[in-house]
């Protein structure tokens, strides 16, 4: 397709395989209030974007091309690595090189509401490279010694919680994964480790991360009280 038609790209990896949910198949698979996290997710997403790209666990491809089908724009699902930096690779791999940003947002944030999307989006269309939203951190901080002790307190005033749809020029986000892969960072800490400066907009809570069967009964409490 022509870079003209592709300038915004969504990467959503979809590729774990849920271990501590626990639930017997991909996370991204499993359906909460009649819909899969990845059919949340991407649908979100498929409102604000020119072209989606899910990487998916090895052997899925067919069933989650079934769960997407009747998106609002077009859909490529490729197959997603070891790690979650090896799945956003992969839909890196499979943009057109004209693509102007790209949004990475996990599968597993299926109520992420679309305003922080479009927030992410808004401030690259400002101009800047790497944008990212942040919550701040209600509990109390400590770090820990190797014996399991305090071992002191953190300051977490200037401390936030990070979540996705995180934005990228998309030659940004190139040059970031070709500089090379970090498993103790996600695809804002790349982009920082080139140099590029990474800047924030507020998150939502709302848009929390499904880990847990914890996780699942909050997102399907908030889906029955919409209802
Ligand atoms: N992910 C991926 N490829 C991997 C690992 C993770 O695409 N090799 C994706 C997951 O599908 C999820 C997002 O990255 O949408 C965040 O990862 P996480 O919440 O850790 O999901 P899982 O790795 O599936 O869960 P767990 O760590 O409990 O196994
Ligand atoms: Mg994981």
Known sequence: MPA????????????????????????????????????????MLAELVDVLVVAVPADHEAEVRHDLAGLPCPVLVVVGGATRQHSVAAGLAALDTGTEFVLVHDAARPLMPPAVAVAVLAALRDGLAAVIPVIPIADTLKTLGSDGQVAAAVDRSRLVAVQTPQGFRYNVLAHAHRA????????????????????????????????TPYDVLIAEALLAARS
Do not use: N, W, Y
């Open 4 to 43: 003209r038609e592709m300038s915004v790209a969504a990467i959503v990896p979809a590729a774990g395989s849920g271990q501590r949910l626990g639930s017997g198949g991909p996370k991204a698979l499993h359906v909460l209030g009649g819909q899969s996290l990845l059919r949340r997710s991407a649908q």
């Open 180 to 211: 090379g892969l970090d498993p103790l960072t996600d695809d804002a800490g790349l982009v920082e480790a080139i140099g590029v400066p990474v800047h924030t907009v507020p998150g939502d809570p709302v848009g929390f991360k499904i880990t």
